[in-house]
């Protein structure tokens, strides 16, 4: 999947939550294997929610428990909707 950003030059991973120094070396080993020369920043941010962004010049890839909550609470609205419109149409 990363192999076809040889190109990207920076990386940014990014955590709702702190990285040990064991886990950014063994990540940072891996993506130079797979993007000899990479750039790798490592950021905190809180608004992630137990979430992890990559970043490159080219790609983006994101999942945070926000984006599933979201979508848990989208997908139960829908079914509640579709329950109160059967109702409806059986009164």
Not at 75 to 82: D, G, K, R, T
Request: include cysteine; charged fraction near 20%; charge should be negative.
């Amino acid at each position: 999947m990363l192999r076809a950003t040889k190109n990207c030059g920076n990386v940014t991973i990014a955590t709702g939550f702190e990285l040990s120094q064991r886990l950014r070396d063994a990540i940072r080993d891996k993506l130079s294997q797979l993007i000899p020369g990479v750039n790798l920043e490592f950021q905190l941010r809180s608004e992630l929610v137990c979430g992890v962004v990559l970043e490159t010049n080219e790609q983006l890839w994101s999942w945070n428990a926000g984006h599933y909550l979201d979508e848990l609470n989208e997908a139960v609205s829908n079914v509640a909707l579709m329950a109160g419109n059967e109702e409806i149409q059986q009164q």
